[in-house]
């Protein structure tokens, strides 16, 4: 999805009672242009939760007809988006010719690589009658060694995801390993991806990874006695057997992973070269990247 971020958000983050809980950090809404989202990474305090670097809550919006997701052809290079819907479609199109249907409960993986131009919009069939639109869009980062790799798309039904019961919680284990199961969806570094649905009351401790957070979609948790409030995210230490208690009904994400070298970021672009970004800049506004098949008439202009 088309961002504007180049410049460190303001600094609202908060310190949690927790010792486990080394920062609580609320979302912030960001206008793009027709819908908002609930955006909360990257922070000044706060860049990457393992490999995700950005991760944003779209929705739950209701379009009226006529009305709906048209983000026009944009690139990325060095990083790997994920695409996950609770509710809604979107039509994805690359520019490695990708023509694919994101419905609720896919995993779309799409690798920037050397660099990829990218479109989603809304069949013309749905946007025909009103409708909903709800989902999170996150965006890995490459290693080092993978940055400048061929760019690709990997699509994952949602019959093919994992899921498994914990006592009693419901979990779908989306990219990487935990609970004992193991996602089949690529990877590039250790990744950890879990999406957990938890009724009142209900109790599950986090996997292990070297960074992990949580984001409350729905609901509310707590983890210790630090309060957890719906669309924020609590950033763990590695510190084992941490609990996580619903104070409601809960939806949320689990991700994290292992530490990764600082990377930088501006607008589209996510790199670990300064030089890289700059090149990349260049080239979008001198329109050298790649084309969409099937989309190629319009674009969004590089901010200046």
């Not at 695409?83 to 409960?105: A, N």
């Amino acid at each position: 999805m088309n961002i504007e971020t180049n410049r460190d958000e303001p600094d609202d983050e908060s310190s949690a009672g927790c010792d486990a809980v080394e920062l609580v950090i609320p979302s912030r809404d960001k206008d793009l242009g027709g819908f908002s989202v609930r955006r909360v990474l990257p922070t000044a305090k706060r860049k990457m939760v393992g490999p995700w670097i950005f991760f944003d809550h779209m929705g739950p919006v209701r379009f009226p007809a006529g009305q709906g997701i048209n983000v026009r052809p944009h690139p990325h290079i060095n990083l790997a988006t994920v695409t996950y819907l609770f509710e809604g479609e979107i039509l994805h199109r690359d520019s490695v010719g990708s023509v694919q249907l994101i419905r609720p409960g896919d995993i779309n993986l799409m690798v920037a690589g050397r660099g990829i131009v990218h479109s989603e919009r809304e069949r013309p069939e749905v946007t025909a009658v009103a409708h909903n639109l709800h989902g999170l869009q996150l965006w890995l980062a490459l290693p080092e060694a993978d940055e400048e790799i061929n760019p690709a798309f990997y699509h994952y039904p949602a019959a093919d995801i994992p899921s498994v019961t914990v006592e009693g919680v419901l979990l779908r284990v989306m990219m990487g390993e935990a609970y004992g199961v193991t996602s089949p969806v690529k990877t590039f570094a250790q990744t950890l991806y879990v999406e957990a649905h938890m009724q009142a009351g209900q109790a599950l401790v986090l996997p292990q990874a070297q960074e992990r957070a949580v984001y409350v979609a729905q609901g509310g948790l707590k983890a210790g006695d630090t309060h957890i409030a719906e669309h924020a995210m609590a950033v763990f230490s590695a510190e084992p057997g941490i609990v996580l208690t619903a104070l409601a009904e809960s939806r949320i994400a689990i991700i994290g992973g292992q530490t990764m070298s600082a990377r930088f970021i501006d607008w589209n672009f996510v790199s670990s070269r300064k030089d890289r970004i700059a090149q990349a800049r260049a080239d979008w506004k001198e329109q050298r990247f790649a084309a969409i098949p099937g989309d190629d008439l319009e674009f969004i202009p590089l901010p200046e």
